[in-house]
């Protein structure tokens, strides 16, 4: 099965400006050009693909004004999405910040080093037995049968 | 009836449907006794440097491709399942190496009490065999997946020496480990089926990625791709991948002849066989058994109890939430395999239910799983985005709560009347409710875990009750036991209909315990395989 990806990136960007505003030095996610990324993964797999294409294509149909609202009228228009189709909103809310929360522009702010969890994994204090020192001095509570 | 249809096989000793934790035990034991073994697995070899803990979209991937569920993989080897009416959703993984490529690899056994609730707490029913008789098993499949873990647990039974030491415990993990001190709680590490250190042909020690709920890149964790099936092959088994079994095959008399398939091009095929073995989950078993009717089997294969698919049994999981008020970096290390509490495992009337429950420690992961919610609510878009971004990221750990879920009559998994597998063979519909006693279970862990969090300095605490996507444990759905009116096996995972017929995954289970059930699924099919051995010779061509 193949979907193809057919929505309105203004659109998307328009949405992404409202789920990630700006914060420090960094512009709201619309703005940091995240859209084209967004449809590219959604494209990842047929079934995700059909769910964020029906969002998007409920959301323009009911929104056809959107990107020339207010932000407070866009807001609203969201928030009414999110209650009346919450799977759908939350596929958009959930590739939104995957793909935010990839850059690294993203990670610098909030002190992440943003590598895959593979190859090199992290480091941590190696088991040290002492510290079931406590917990030794149980005696056995579990039941015979 | 036989299928005539497709090309025919030779005709093997066992075949084992399913190449997961118990099928890939199974064949192994049976196949280094010198027994001539086929496996059919629906699903194919992973390559462990493909998984998606090295994508750049690993996060994407978690949730569609590499979903533990099989309703969102949807990949081709994966059939659907109906759970329009279960709160619980079944998560498994389809391939060599079956869901413990998925797993989280946390595997505690069960407790002596657990094979006896009928005769300790008048509930259920006893299973026909006892801790003792599964002891020396346990033990054997700790050696070949490797555990890692340390004795002198006061809430468990003395065991062997662990083959490697516990996992770190991490100053994250003290965290939570000081509060249940304090409160005067049990806690212990857990034993994880995850290296410590290097353990295992082509094995490393984990590296703490704190993805342990994805394919493991390093190999550290264990999954029966890389050890049970590598022996297994070197003593002559044969695994046909890509293999989607239609039905198992019965002659006249109701004896199992093998089974009918498809294979990887989508060619009807029959592999004829002197014994079967299903290993194929405590969903994919009942369907299988249930899509098997035949003239001598009308109500399915071996279901004369009519019991095949009843009993299902999940551990509905709760899951609380504390956020602290630093950054201690939680996403370093195991996600959630490094301690547990059995405080509240054995019966005690005056909480007002039956058995009892397990804390599992639980860590958390990077940026965007937390945004999406990990184990809670999304963080909410807008204005407070990042201020609550920036409270829970590397600040958030958790306790989930594993409660034993009693065996009821009417949770059943049987065949969805439309909904089909790309094959078209009928797919499993899922019914399941939760129970009262399960239910007041949780709300005393969720009540619990409140406590241990408050004192372990948490500023916000966050609770789901009933986690949906958590059926990672399958069991009940044809039951062992000595009467063949009550059950579907005997206490040797014996069909009491079709003596050629064995099954040694979670199916059998009498009851559920209130721990992961792994361990115990390999234990009972390593047994089952010895049986056969020792017993079922006249098996052997």
Known sequence: MTININVDENVMTAILDRLIPAVDNLPSAGQMGFTSEIVRLAGQQDRFKAIFNNAMHLFESHNPEFTSLASAEQDDALRRFEAESPDLFGALRTISYIVYYKDPKVHERIGWDGRTPQPDGNKMEPWDESVLENIRKREPFWRKA | MTSNKGSREETVDVLVIGAGASGAAATAWLSEAGFKVKCLEQGFWQDPSKYASTSPDYEFEALTNWSSDPNKRQRDEDYPINVSDSPVSPVMFNGVGGSTILWSAHTPRFHPSDFSVKSLDGVADDWPLSYEDLEEYYDLNDEVMGCSGINGDPANPPRSPRQMPPLPLGSDGMRLIDAFEELGWHWWPSDSYINSQRYGEGRDACNFCGHNNMGCYQRAKSSTDLNYWPRALKSGAEIETGARVRRITTDKSGTA?????????????????????????????????????????????????????????????????????????????????????????????????????????????????????????????????????????????????????????????????????????????????????????????????????????????????????????????????????????????????????????????????????????????????????????????
């Open chain 2, 257 to 541: 002849t093998g089974a009918d398939y498809i294979d990887s091009k989508g060619n009807e095929r029959h592999q004829s066989a002197r014994s079967v073995i299903m290993a194929a989950n405590g969903v994919g078993t009942p369907r299988l058994l249930l899509n098997s009717s035949s003239d001598s089997h009308p109500d399915g294969l071996s279901n004369s109890s009519g019991l095949v698919g009843k009993n299902l049994m999940f551990h509905p999981f709760a899951m609380v939430t504390g956020v602290f008020p630093e950054n201690m970096k939680t996403w370093r290390g195991p996600l959630s395999n490094f301690a547990m509490s059995q405080e509240f495992y054995e019966t005690d009337e005056s909480r007002g239910f039956v058995r009892g429950y397990t804390y599992q420690f639980q860590r958390s992961l990077g940026p965007a799983w937390i945004a999406n919610g990990g184990f809670t609510d999304p963080i909410p878009w807008g204005e407070d985005h990042h201020t609550e971004l920036s409270k829970r990221f590397g600040s958030m750990m958790g306790l989930a709560v594993i409660g034993e879920d009693l065996p009821e009559i009417h949770n059943t998994v049987d065949l969805d009347p439309e909904l089909t597998d790309s094959d078209g063979i009928p797919a499993p519909r899922i019914n399941y409710t939760v129970s009262k006693n399960s239910r007041d279970q949780l709300d005393h862990a969720i009540e619990n875990a409140r406590k241990v969090f408050e004192t372990a300095g948490a500023t916000d605490i966050y609770v789901d009750p009933l986690m949906r996507q958590s059926g990672w444990h399958l069991m009940g759905t044809a039951r062992m036991g000595n009467d063949p009116v009550d059950s579907v096996v005997d206490k040797w995972g014996q069909s009491h209909d079709v003596d050629n017929l064995f099954i040694v995954d979670g199916s059998v289970f009498v009851t559920g315990a209130a721990v992961n059930p792994t361990p115990t699924i390999q234990a009972l099919a390593l047994r089952t395989a010895d049986y056969i051995v020792s017993h079922r010779q006249d098996l052997k061509g």
